[in-house]
């Protein structure tokens, strides 16, 4: 079983990324997903979630209104379109899946305290936003 996140740059400030994360090996179109971030010397941070239907998202504070997520159960795929880049989003990215099947999260803030419930956690893309 493998979460494997891509699409990862070298971009300016300002810029658009669009990162992609493919399932092989099962199917996680019951379970909440979603995007961490892990900077240098910082711990792996949440930054967007997308219940098992696409129908409910939670992005934090720092990228709403930048941010959009997004999935394909029929694809077995989920997306992170990144716009509006800024320095500060420079961070490894990594895609996992809550292990719980059909929990919907009622905030980001509550997905958060469940970052310990979530995997598998694949080798991630490197996002760099340059200023």
């Known amino acids: 079983v493998q979460l494997q996140a891509s699409g990862g740059g070298l971009v300016q400030a300002g810029a658009s990324l669009r990162l992609s994360c493919a399932a092989a090996?099962?199917?996680?179109?019951?379970?909440?997903m979603g995007w961490f971030r892990q900077a240098p010397g910082s711990e792996r941070e949440l930054v967007a979630g997308?219940?098992?239907?696409?129908?409910?998202?939670w992005y934090v504070d720092s990228v709403k209104g930048r941010f959009t997520i997004s999935r394909d159960n029929a694809k077995n795929t989920m997306s992170l379109q990144m716009d509006s880049l800024k320095p500060e989003d420079t961070a490894v990215y990594y895609c996992?899946?809550?292990?719980?099947?059909?929990?919907?999260?009622?905030?980001?803030?509550?997905?958060?305290?469940?970052?310990?419930?979530?995997?598998?956690w694949g080798q991630g893309t490197q996002v760099t936003v340059s200023s």
């Open positions: 996992a899946a809550d292990r719980t099947a059909g929990r919907v999260f009622t905030s980001a803030q509550t997905m958060a305290r469940h970052i310990g419930d979530f995997g598998p």
């Open positions: 090996g099962r199917t996680f179109s019951s379970h909440s």
């Open positions: 997308i219940d098992w239907s696409g129908g409910s998202t």
